[in-house]
């Protein structure tokens, strides 16, 4: 079961320019990213997506320096961009993680992983309300294939996998039961904001020098703080349009 994980990153965020690249804890965002999703088990390999913006020459050469696969296409069609980044390694699954994702959970991936293994489908759904930016989401790359031909609209072409949930019954679907004392959906563990920043730095600092530390630590780090949680509890999610 050959598996790539494709790390969506790019410096031009509308509310937080920069931000994978931003300092965190004794490094910068995207090496937080990149380190935990290299913890995943039974990966074949773990690459930057990022665009052909002269911006983004940052992130290619962060990438290079640490010896990680990193390609770059499309700065607005994600969906292609993360198409064509899969396409020449012909995997049987792609895992998507977001940039802006520092504490996201291998270990939650882990579980992920095992279930596609055990119940091969196009897709894995998560069941169970989790705070923002720990989830990952993996594929079948005939599913990506799928959505990358049938998936049209805007919404489509900006979030990689938005038609498969749009349209649930042209997949199969296996499904992972998050753990329970992650499942604290009131937090926001993800970067769009400067107040998203605040709270990661926080976090960071706290776990200083541990960019694996687990996820369930940081939850119950913000539940035991509560007035780093509501750093950033105001913020909005923007809408998928």
Not at 112 to 136: F, N
């Amino acid at each position: 079961m050959k598996t790539i994980i494709i790390i969506q990153a790019r410096m031009g965020s509308s509310r937080l320019p920069g931000k994978v690249l931003m300092p965190l804890g004794d490094t910068v965002v995207l090496d937080y990213v990149v380190s935990r999703c290299q913890q995943v088990e039974e990966i074949d390999e773990v690459m930057v997506a990022t665009s052909t913006l002269m911006q983004d020459d940052a992130i290619e050469n962060w990438c290079q320096k640490r010896h990680v696969s990193c390609f770059r296409g499309s700065e607005g069609d994600v969906l292609a961009r993360y198409y064509e980044c899969a396409k020449p390694h012909q995997p049987d699954y792609v895992i998507r993680v977001t940039a802006d994702c520092p504490f996201v959970d291998f270990e939650l991936a882990n579980q992920i992983v095992a279930a596609m293994k055990a119940e091969p489908s196009d897709i894995v759904m998560v069941e169970g309300e989790l705070p923002r930016g720990l989830v990952v989401e993996m594929v079948s790359f005939s599913a990506l294939e799928y959505i990358y031909h049938h998936g049209k609209e805007p919404r489509h072409r900006e979030h990689v996998t938005y038609y498969a949930y749009e349209f649930p019954s042209e997949f199969r679907r296996t499904y992972v039961q998050a753990p329970k004392d992650i499942c604290q959906p009131h937090l926001r563990i993800t970067l769009d904001t400067e107040e998203d920043y605040q709270l990661c730095a926080a976090v960071a600092n706290h776990f200083k020098g541990n960019r694996l530390v687990r996820s369930s630590e940081v939850v119950q780090f913000l539940l035991a703080h509560p007035d780093v949680a509501k750093l950033n509890a105001h913020v909005q999610q923007k809408p998928v349009v």
